[in-house]
């Protein structure tokens, strides 16, 4: 693991010492936005019409991030639209790389061996992560944009005009609830995970993890009074939600120590994740084996020896079993 300076590749960790024992995320860089007509998005530049054939997508099929954006690309039936490389799960002194493996897709641009590589044929002197999502324009050589909140915005509407599937999963009368819930779900769910497992301090991993569970404890509760996170409607909150449940016990409940409780044992959560993944075209886009893979070989600090442990068994396939309040 380790991040470009200046053009430069260099291997190192995640430095928390200037942070008390805290993992800070860094914010993505290239922030353009695909429209139906080319006009500039929130931010960024215009230039970037939705065109099918024209975008490409690099992807790690470990990485919750990255999983929104295929589940968004599915669900929108745009796999003829948009192509997909995959890296390899494991991360290791070079960063992702694309050395070859069971579910590895190669970079049809470039042949990259490294995706930083594809960071630096976007910009050469790019100083920062090099993660994935990346969103890349065939067109113009360049990255369109690598934050997944904003990709899957964009692949929820922008390809509606040219044969998108039919479907608004941030639909305008909802947004602003959409926000507000995705911003408390990202805080304490999607990136509480890494915040617990990446601290290295017990005081700020004990805190992480507290506000971790009495989250998913609310969240069992409003699971058993409706049916989705928004109420009878699925929308994008429930599928960013969706790609950290579906890793909770294969991962983060043993090497990042979020251990409190298994999903499996809140009745809710569990049979709201199952009901997701059960939707048509859904159960294609996990693979745990990439999953386990990524988390526990590469993250030496945490998991020295690189042991990938056998289980947990489990029973996705099981019908979903909530009963819901009045
Ligand atoms: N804000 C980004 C975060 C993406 C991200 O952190 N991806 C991880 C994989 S789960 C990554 O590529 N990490 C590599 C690194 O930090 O060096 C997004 O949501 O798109």
Redesign the pocket.
Known sequence: ???LIDGNWHDQWYDTSGTGGRFV?S??QFRHWITPDGSAGPSGEAGFRAEAGRYHLYV?L?????HRVLILRALKGLEHMIGVSVVNPY?GEH??TFDPGPGVVADPVGQAQYLYQVYLRAQPGYSG?????VLWDLRRGMIVN????EIIRMLNSAFDGIGARDGDYAPAGLLTQIDALNAQIYDAVNNGVYKAGFATSQAVYEQEVSQLFSCLDALEDRLGRQRYLLGERLTEADWRLFTTLIRFDAVYHGHFKCNLRRLADYRNLWSYTRELYQTPGIAATVNFDHIKQHYYRSHGTINPNGIVPLGPVLDLERAPDRALRD
Request: charged share 15%.
């Open positions: 693991m380790g991040l995320r914010d993505a790690s470990a990485c919750p991030w990255a991360m960063g992702w992560r090099v993660t994935v999502p690598n934050e997944s909140s």
